[in-house]
């Protein structure tokens, strides 16, 4: 077994999820940069979800952060990364 750790900034991250918004109809997912709407119609109706705002996100971030290092200590102590 073998771990992956990615390197990505807190704003990538941010503006990855901050992006994201839902059809409240069909519950399919968009990203205002990577996946758009189909038509206008669909395009007016996308939300964007409480928990993907950027302030949730910044304090999941920072939960993230103070756990990080007491999750992959055991696995560089074990040669798993």
């Known amino acids: 077994d ?3 750790i ?3 900034s807190r704003e990538e991250c ?3 999820v901050a ?3 839902i059809d409240p109809v069909t519950k399919k997912s968009y990203h205002v940069r990577f996946v758009h709407a189909e ?3 669909i395009e007016r109706r996308l939300v964007q979800r409480d928990d ?3 302030q949730v996100i910044n304090k999941r971030y920072m ?3 103070k756990n990080l290092e007491g999750c992959l200590e055991p696995l560089y102590r074990t ?3």
Do not use: C, T, W
């Open 63 to 65: 939960q993230y952060e």
């Open 79 to 81: 040669g798993h990364v």
């Open 14 to 16: 941010v503006n990855r």
């Open 6 to 8: 990615l390197d990505v």
């Open 52 to 54: 993907d705002k950027p």
């Open 19 to 21: 992006g994201r918004r």
């Open 39 to 41: 038509n206008e119609e």
């Open 2 to 4: 073998v771990s992956i």
